[in-house]
């Protein structure tokens, strides 16, 4: 992980202060990249703590397609009632209450889009007779068609290994709107090739964060993204390669500074060892129990407070 620590250094140092819609400004520094290379570890912070159980809960919530905080409260903690995610202050922001259609609602965020993507298909008015001679006139109409981008996403890769277009995006303009928070990381490119003396080919991913809040959502979105690239990976019968992280808006919050720097006294120990269930070849059948960290080994957390 000395690549998230010397992205954090980079930021701090070739950043300027802006303003943000939180309120709290930020250090924030355009354009970086980051390569995790899967084969060797997985890449866990182990700086500060990294609240892997948040992590895979958030990832199969995603996987399964809901919008629910709701939900994502019981695949993480095995309950709905008083369950605190890191959903949960979208969920209660003034912005998104007045459209919150139930308790937990999110809207068409990350999950929804990447199984139920909406396309509108619009039916044009219409004129016509029955076998009595009697005229009739139908109103013109839209419905929306959905696509399981996940799902087709796997059998791209599966038929069509080499292809360039195994792609899942989050981010929908025409549903912006409808969203809790529009998508952080909003898209992933999935790469299949073969490397010199590997017994099997390799899936990368590749994915673009648009606004990236270093301290505290970027060591999550890494695990989180490299933990889905094995999970494809071992659905399509393929080996992990690299996680290749893209990064637009590299921000650390001005309230976040000093746990920043207080990180970067730390030294960086041994990378752990990503466990899935084998027996697993739907992406969909993956539990919380299916899904295990080995031999991660960190620093204590260093608290923050989240900027919403």
Wanted: charged fraction near 20%; proline fraction near 5%; glycine fraction near 8%.
């Amino acid at each position: 992980m000395n690549q998230y620590l010397d992205a954090l250094k980079e930021v701090l140092h070739k950043g300027t202060v802006h303003e943000d819609r939180t309120g709290v400004g930020t250090i924030s520094y355009f354009g970086m990249q980051q390569r995790y290379d899967l084969r060797k570890s997985f890449p866990a912070v182990t700086t500060k703590k990294l609240a892997w159980r948040a992590c895979v809960g958030e990832l199969l919530w995603m996987i399964e397609g809901s919008g629910d905080e709701r939900r994502l409260a019981e695949i993480t903690h095995g309950t709905r009632d008083g369950a605190v995610t890191i959903w949960t202050p979208n969920a209660l922001s003034p912005y998104w209450q007045p459209k919150s259609k139930f308790k937990g609602d999110l809207g068409r965020v990350y999950g929804v889009q990447w199984r139920k993507w909406r396309t509108p298909v619009e039916h044009q008015a219409e004129t016509f007779q029955d076998e009595f001679g009697s005229t009739y006139h139908r109103e013109g109409y839209v419905h929306f068609k959905e696509t399981d981008q996940l799902k087709n996403l796997i059998e791209g890769i599966k038929q069509n290994p080499h292809g360039r277009r195994h792609i899942l995006s989050a981010w929908n303009p025409g549903e912006l709107e409808a969203m809790a928070l529009p998508p952080c990381h909003c898209f992933a490119q999935f790469y299949v090739t073969h490397r010199s003396g590997a017994e099997r080919d390799e899936l990368s991913c590749q994915m673009y964060q648009r606004s990236c809040d270093m301290f505290l959502g970027v060591p999550f979105n890494i695990a989180s993204y490299s933990l889905l690239t094995a999970m494809i990976a071992q659905v399509c019968d393929l080996a992990v390669g690299e996680f290749v992280h893209v990064l637009g808006d590299a921000h650390i919050y001005l309230n976040h500074v000093e746990q920043v720097n207080e990180q970067l006294t730390r030294e960086p120990l041994p990378g752990p060892t990503l466990w899935l269930n084998p027996d697993i070849s739907d992406i969909t059948k993956f539990t919380m129990d299916d899904i295990k960290l080995i031999n991660y080994q960190s620093h204590n957390p260093i608290k923050a407070e989240m900027a919403v």
